[in-house]
């Protein structure tokens, strides 16, 4: 299950085209691409992430070093790149020329001047100011079920346009993505901020855990971001897995699918109902 998430997000990692996770991602305001991404798995609950990692096309394995080849959980930023690049990984520019014109466009809208209270309460001064684009935070996160034994894996360059050095869920195990083999396993994409505000995932296995349907526990969790995230209007999503193979994913204000494939029924894209 570990190396099937692994290989799994790999490819959405290398896909230039995908304005939200690895190569072709949206930087931060200062235009550098920073990426977030954790690996866990269900058995012995090891896990390892990365986060504000720069220079790297596959922030997954180099997670995935962390826990396999250190005592620790996370590096962070400078760490995170010097550790890769002990362990001989690449570096190379991760900003694609269709990335870098997009934030040069949303810079030059933060340089016009601003005329609502709204714009200023998100602007966060002159950099890191909330981004006006659609495909924001979708970060890609995947969980491998496979003989009783959970992984997961999420990877993404985060808030497009974010403050440098802003973490959003994905590394941060428990928020975007969560596997115990004893419960089931979850996975988020969204508003990173709301995931870490409500422990998101590891609250959708605990809910497994005490047996509710996957379904029941998403939909559980997706409503109380969204009753506590108030004036935020949060958008996310969240997909769980039992260890029976039942599915739940549920979202608010997010367009939201997933894709799946099992023994029954084989491979097939699902859109999510929006619970708001
Ligand atoms: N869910 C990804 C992020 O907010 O960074």
């Known amino acids: 299950p570990l190396d099937a998430v692994e290989a799994g997000v790999r490819v959405t990692e290398a896909d230039e085209t995908i304005g939200t996770v690895g190569y072709g991602g949206r930087p931060n305001a200062d235009g550098v691409v920073e990426l977030d991404s954790a690996i866990m798995r269900g058995d012995t609950l090891d896990c390892g992430a990365v986060a504000a990692l720069r220079d790297v096309l596959h922030p997954v394995s180099v997670a995935r070093m962390v826990m396999e080849h250190t005592p620790h959980v996370l590096l962070v930023g400078d760490g995170a790149r010097q550790f890769a690049v002990g362990r001989g990984v690449p570096t190379q520019d991760m900003l694609t020329p269709a990335a870098r014109a997009a934030w040069e466009r949303w810079r030059e809208e933060q340089e016009a001047p601003r005329n609502t209270d709204a714009d200023a309460a998100w602007s966060g ?22 003989g009783g034994r959970f992984a997961t894996a999420v990877t993404t360059s985060g808030w497009a346009y974010k403050l440098p050095g802003r973490v959003g ?108």
């Not at 001064?125 to 496979?146: F, K, Q, S, Y």
């Not at 869920?169 to 004893?182: K, L, R, T």
């Not at 739940?248 to 894209?269: E, H, K, L």
């Open 125 to 146: 001064g002159d950099r890191g100011g909330r981004a006006p684009v659609e495909e924001d935070h979708d970060t890609i996160g995947m969980v491998v079920l496979e």
């Open 169 to 276: 869920d994905s590394p941060i195990v428990g928020a975007g993505g969560y596997c115990d083999d004893e419960a089931g396993a979850c996975v988020a994409s969204g508003d990173g901020e709301e995931m870490i505000r409500t422990c998101a995932s590891a609250s959708v296995v605990e809910a497994l855990r005490r047996g509710a349907h996957p379904q029941e526990a998403v939909e559980e969790v997706v409503r109380r971001i969204d009753r506590k995230g108030g004036a935020r209007k949060p958008s996310v999503g969240l997909l769980a897995v039992d260890p029976a193979g039942r599915v739940g994913a549920a979202a608010v204000r997010a367009a939201f699918s997933y894709a799946i494939t099992d023994d029954a029924a084989g491979p097939r894209v699902v859109d999510v109902e929006r619970l708001a």
